[in-house]
C-alpha cells in the first residue's frame, strides 16, 4: 500500500488486460537455502531498469519518473540525489502492488468511475493550494502529470472498494471487545491519549536487515525536513498510508507493546526511531498530545469581535502604511471586548462579532495565536491591501471537552485492524501468483 491526505499521465502503454489466473501454489515449508553460495551472473536488485510487465501490462521508465517528480514536489525538491534512487526502486514496488490491486479489482468487476476519481483528485489539488485546474499544470511542469496521481487515486479506491466486498465482510468485531473497550476508557479517562502517525514495512527474519536500514533512510530523510504524509503514502504498507499515515487519537495501550512505550517516550512533533513490531518494522510520529475524555483545546468554543480596515483599489503599502500602524497601536491595549466599538469607530474600521468559533476551524497560524489570548486580548493585524487587514479580540472561551467515542466508531477502529491485517495478506497472495517481467 502507498499518501488524505492528502499526492501523485504518464506516457502510459498498456497491453490488453489479463485477469489474474489462479496458479499452484507451493506448500509452505523451508526453503534449504545453503550458508554459502555463490551468485551466477549480476544479480543487484537496486540497479535494475525501471520498467516491468505485470501479468501483459506495462509499467514505463516514464511512469517511474513522473511518481518521482510528484513525490520530489510534495517535499519541495529535499530529497537528495542517492535517496532518489532508492525512491525510484520503492515506487516500482508500489507501482507493481498498483497494478495488481486494480487488475484484481477489475477481474473482480468492481469500477471506479470518473466522476470519483476527479472529485478526489480535486481534493487533492487543495492539500497543494491549487485550483483543480491549476493543478494539472503544476504537475506538468514539476515533471509529473494529472494522469499520474489519477491512476494511483484509481489504484487506491479500486483496492479499497475489492476489500471491502472481499475481506471485511468476513472479518468480525464482538460487541463484547467494543464494550470493554469502552469500559477501559472511562477507567482512563484523565490518562494521556496520543494522535499518531505510522509508517509500517513488513519484513520477514530474512529481510529484516534490508528492510531496517531502508526504514533508518526514511527517518534520516524525515529528520530533514521531507513530508512524512507523503513518505507514509508512497512506502507504508498499511491501510493508513491513504490518509498519510494518520492513526487519528489512540491510548498508547491500543497500540502493539513496542509502540505504547516508544510513543511514551516521544514529545509532540517528535519521530521515533524505527522500531520492530509484529510483522515487520514502524516508524511512529507523535502528532499531537491530550488527556482522555478531558480538555481538547482544539474544540474550545470562542467569542470573538474583529475590526477590520478596508482600502481602496490601487492604495500603496506607503499610503497604507501610517493607518495600518495606527491600527496596530490601538488595538495592541485594547482594554476589552467594550472599547471594540468605540477603536473601530475612531479608526473607521468595521466591526464584527461572532460568539461560535471554534478554535479548530481557524487557519492555523491564528490557532496558535488565540491559544494564547487571555479574554480581552487581540492578536496582532493580519491580511493585505487587497483582502483588508483585521484583529481578532478574544472576548470569551469555552473550553472543549474531547468527546467519548462512539460505540460504532471504536467497532470501525477495530474493524479496520484486522482488515488492514487480511489485505497485506491477500496482496502478498497476489503478489505471489503474479507473472512480472522486468525488462
Same mark, same amino acid.
Given at each position: 500500500?502507498?499518501?488524505?491526505?492528502?499526492?501523485?499521465?504518464?506516457?502510459?502503454?498498456?497491453?490488453?488486460?489479463?485477469?489474474?489466473?489462479a496458479?499452484?501454489?507451493?506448500?509452505?515449508?523451508?526453503?534449504?537455502?545453503?550458508?554459502?553460495?555463490?551468485?551466477?551472473?549480476?544479480?543487484?536488485?537496486?540497479?535494475?531498469?525501471?520498467?516491468?510487465?505485470?501479468?501483459?501490462?506495462?509499467?514505463?521508465?516514464?511512469?517511474?519518473?513522473?511518481?518521482?517528480?510528484?513525490?520530489?514536489?510534495?517535499?519541495?525538491?529535499?530529497?537528495?540525489?542517492?535517496?532518489?534512487?532508492?525512491?525510484?526502486v520503492?515506487?516500482l514496488?508500489?507501482?507493481?502492488?498498483?497494478?495488481l490491486e486494480?487488475?484484481e479489482?477489475?477481474?473482480?468487476?468492481?469500477?471506479?468511475?470518473?466522476?470519483?476519481?476527479?472529485?478526489?483528485?480535486?481534493?487533492?489539488?487543495?492539500?497543494?493550494?491549487k485550483?483543480?485546474?491549476?493543478?494539472?499544470?503544476?504537475l506538468?511542469?514539476?515533471?509529473s502529470?494529472?494522469?499520474?496521481l489519477?491512476?494511483?487515486?484509481?489504484?487506491?479506491?479500486?483496492?479499497?472498494?475489492?476489500?471491502r466486498?472481499?475481506?471485511?465482510?468476513?472479518?468480525?468485531?464482538?460487541?463484547?471487545?467494543?464494550?470493554q473497550?469502552?469500559?477501559?476508557?472511562?477507567a482512563?479517562?484523565?490518562?494521556?491519549?496520543?494522535?499518531?502517525?505510522?509508517?509500517?514495512l513488513?519484513?520477514?527474519?530474512?529481510?529484516?536487515?534490508?528492510?531496517?536500514a531502508?526504514?533508518?533512510?526514511?527517518?534520516?530523510?524525515?529528520?530533514g525536513?521531507?513530508?512524512?504524509?507523503?513518505?507514509?503514502r508512497?512506502?507504508?504498507? !498499511?491501510?493508513?498510508? $491513504?490518509?498519510?499515515?494518520d492513526?487519528?487519537?489512540? /491510548?498508547?495501550?491500543? &497500540? %502493539?507493546?513496542a +509502540?505504547? *512505550?516508544?510513543?511514551?517516550?516521544l514529545?509532540?512533533?517528535?519521530?521515533?526511531?524505527?522500531?520492530?513490531?509484529?510483522?515487520?518494522?514502524?516508524?511512529?510520529?507523535?502528532?499531537?498530545?491530550?488527556?482522555?475524555?478531558?480538555?481538547?483545546?482544539?474544540?474550545?468554543v470562542l467569542?470573538?469581535?474583529q475590526?477590520?480596515?478596508?482600502?481602496?483599489?490601487?492604495?500603496?503599502?506607503?499610503?497604507?502604511?501610517?493607518r495600518?500602524?495606527?491600527?496596530?497601536?490601538?488595538?495592541?491595549h485594547?482594554g476589552?471586548c467594550g472599547?471594540?466599538?468605540?477603536?473601530? !469607530?475612531?479608526?473607521? $474600521?468595521?466591526?464584527?462579532?461572532?460568539d461560535?468559533? /471554534?478554535?479548530?476551524d &481557524? %487557519?492555523?497560524? +491564528?490557532? *496558535?495565536?488565540?491559544n494564547?489570548?487571555?479574554?480581552?486580548?487581540?492578536?496582532?493585524?493580519?491580511?493585505?491591501?487587497?483582502?483588508?487587514?483585521?484583529?481578532?479580540?478574544?472576548c470569551?472561551?469555552?473550553?472543549?471537552?474531547?468527546?467519548?467515542?462512539?460505540?460504532d466508531?471504536?467497532?470501525?477502529?477495530?474493524?479496520?485492524?484486522?482488515?488492514?491485517?487480511?489485505a497485506?495478506?491477500y496482496?502478498?497472495?497476489l503478489?505471489r501468483?503474479a507473472?512480472?517481467?522486468?525488462?
Amino acid at each position: 500500500m502507498r499518501l488524505n491526505a492528502w499526492l501523485l499521465t504518464s506516457l502510459f502503454i498498456a497491453a490488453a488486460p489479463v485477469p489474474l489466473v489462479a496458479q499452484t501454489t507451493a506448500p509452505d515449508g523451508d526453503l534449504n537455502i545453503p550458508d554459502t553460495l555463490e551468485v551466477l551472473g549480476h544479480a543487484d536488485p537496486h540497479v535494475r531498469k525501471a520498467t516491468a510487465i505485470i501479468n501483459g501490462e506495462i509499467i514505463t521508465d516514464t511512469d517511474v519518473e513522473q511518481r518521482l517528480n510528484l513525490v520530489l514536489a510534495a517535499n519541495g525538491g529535499k530529497i537528495a540525489p542517492d535517496e532518489r534512487e532508492r525512491l525510484r526502486v520503492q515506487i516500482l514496488r508500489n507501482l507493481i502492488d498498483e497494478k495488481l490491486e486494480i487488475q484484481e479489482a477489475r477481474a473482480q468487476d468492481i469500477t471506479v468511475s470518473d466522476d470519483e476519481i476527479n472529485q478526489t483528485f480535486s481534493r487533492v489539488s487543495q492539500n497543494f493550494q491549487k485550483k483543480p485546474e491549476d493543478f494539472a499544470d503544476f504537475l506538468k511542469a514539476n515533471g509529473s502529470s494529472e494522469q499520474s496521481l489519477k491512476q494511483q487515486i484509481r489504484g487506491e479506491l479500486a483496492w479499497s472498494r475489492l476489500l471491502r466486498r472481499k475481506v471485511e465482510p468476513f472479518v468480525n468485531v464482538g460487541d463484547e471487545e467494543v464494550h470493554q473497550i469502552i469500559d477501559r476508557l472511562k477507567a482512563a479517562k484523565g490518562s494521556d491519549e496520543y494522535r499518531v502517525g505510522e509508517i509500517f514495512l513488513s519484513a520477514t527474519p530474512e529481510t529484516h536487515a534490508d528492510v531496517m536500514a531502508n526504514a533508518r533512510r526514511i527517518v534520516d530523510q524525515l529528520r530533514g525536513g521531507a513530508s512524512f504524509i507523503a513518505y507514509a503514502r508512497q512506502f507504508s504498507e !498499511a491501510s493508513s498510508a $491513504a490518509v498519510g499515515g494518520d492513526l487519528g487519537w489512540v /491510548r498508547a495501550e491500543q &497500540l %502493539p507493546d513496542a +509502540l505504547s *512505550s516508544t510513543v511514551h517516550g516521544l514529545s509532540a512533533g517528535q519521530l521515533s526511531d524505527p522500531v520492530d513490531v509484529p510483522g515487520g518494522i514502524a516508524i511512529v510520529a507523535l502528532i499531537d498530545k491530550r488527556q482522555v475524555l478531558g480538555a481538547d483545546p482544539a474544540q474550545a468554543v470562542l467569542s470573538l469581535k474583529q475590526i477590520s480596515l478596508t482600502f481602496p483599489a490601487g492604495t500603496s503599502e506607503a499610503e497604507a502604511d501610517p493607518r495600518v500602524k495606527a491600527f496596530a497601536e490601538a488595538t495592541r491595549h485594547i482594554g476589552g471586548c467594550g472599547n471594540v466599538e468605540k477603536v473601530g !469607530a475612531k479608526l473607521n $474600521a468595521d466591526v464584527v462579532a461572532n460568539d461560535n468559533i /471554534r478554535l479548530a476551524d &481557524l %487557519p492555523e497560524q +491564528l490557532q *496558535s495565536l488565540m491559544n494564547n489570548l487571555q479574554v480581552g486580548e487581540a492578536t496582532p493585524p493580519f491580511g493585505s491591501l487587497t483582502d483588508g487587514v483585521r484583529v481578532l479580540v478574544l472576548c470569551g472561551r469555552d473550553d472543549g471537552v474531547a468527546d467519548m467515542p462512539s460505540f460504532d466508531q471504536i467497532y470501525s477502529q477495530l474493524n479496520e485492524q484486522r482488515v488492514n491485517m487480511r489485505a497485506r495478506q491477500y496482496l502478498r497472495d497476489l503478489r505471489r501468483d503474479a507473472i512480472i517481467d522486468y525488462r
